[in-house]
């Protein structure tokens, strides 16, 4: 039998040792749906609580990327807008894009979350020290995550993960308080 206190500690631990956030795009950034203008190109909506997350946890010194199977201009102009630290787009094997993108930054498994919302990211969010799934993610992702947020993806749900990992290590208050200006 698990010891339910033993586990939620364990998870607070893995929480606070969290070093590099990692992000699925379409479902987790985004609400998952594909809108396109008349020329063909995608557009995309980004809610601006999870864009002033990802600056906090940037401006706690703590690495954040995006990998996603689609390739887009938005989700291009976003990275950089929020200065993401890796933006793998058109990936076909997630689990080996996060391999390469830990071994280039010299961090483990274990010092990684990831976000998904389907069963492409499954394999990651398996692996990694955290894995995470949004509240409106498939019942697989979700059933192997170790967190899943009470907000779906695209409503804030990034931001909701991040005040908990910046609150298991002490930071929050000190975000809170540094939170005025910049780009969300």
Same mark, same amino acid.
């Given at each position: 039998?698990i010891?339910? =206190?033993a586990?939620? =500690?364990d998870?607070?631990?893995r929480?606070?040792g969290?070093?590099?956030?990692?992000?699925?795009?379409?479902?987790v950034?985004?609400d998952?749906?594909?809108?396109?203008?008349?020329?063909?190109?995608?557009?995309?909506?980004?809610h601006?609580?999870?864009?002033?997350?990802?600056?906090?946890?940037?401006?706690?010194g703590?690495?954040?990327?995006?990998?996603t199977?689609?390739?887009s201009g938005?989700? $291009?102009?976003?990275?950089?807008e929020?200065?993401?630290t890796?933006?793998?787009?058109g990936v076909?094997?997630?689990?080996?894009?996060?391999?390469?993108?830990?071994?280039?930054c010299?961090?483990?498994w274990?010092?990684t979350?990831?976000?998904?919302d389907?069963?492409?990211?499954?394999?990651?969010?398996? @692996?990694?020290?955290?894995?995470v799934a949004? =509240?409106?993610a498939?019942? $697989?992702l979700?059933?192997?995550?170790?967190?899943?947020?009470? @907000?779906?993806?695209g409503?804030?749900a990034?931001?909701e993960l991040?005040?908990r990992?910046?609150?298991? @290590?002490?930071?929050?208050?000190?975000?809170?308080a540094?939170?005025?200006?910049?780009?969300?």
């Amino acid at each position: 039998m698990i010891d339910p =206190a033993a586990h939620a =500690a364990d998870l607070e631990r893995r929480l606070a040792g969290v070093q590099l956030l990692l992000l699925d795009v379409d479902g987790v950034l985004t609400d998952g749906g594909v809108t396109l203008d008349a020329a063909g190109e995608e557009l995309k909506t980004f809610h601006i609580r999870d864009g002033l997350g990802l600056r906090l946890w940037q401006r706690a010194g703590l690495r954040s990327g995006f990998v996603t199977g689609r390739r887009s201009g938005a989700v $291009e102009a976003r990275a950089a807008e929020l200065g993401i630290t890796f933006l793998r787009q058109g990936v076909t094997d997630k689990q080996a894009v996060v391999a390469a993108i830990l071994d280039e930054c010299g961090l483990s498994w274990e010092q990684t979350a990831f976000v998904g919302d389907d069963l492409p990211d499954l394999p990651v969010v398996r @692996r990694c020290g955290l894995g995470v799934a949004v =509240a409106d993610a498939c019942p $697989e992702l979700r059933a192997a995550a170790d967190v899943v947020t009470s @907000r779906p993806g695209g409503r804030g749900a990034v931001r909701e993960l991040v005040e908990r990992l910046l609150v298991a @290590r002490g930071a929050w208050q000190v975000a809170v308080a540094g939170a005025t200006g910049g780009t969300a």
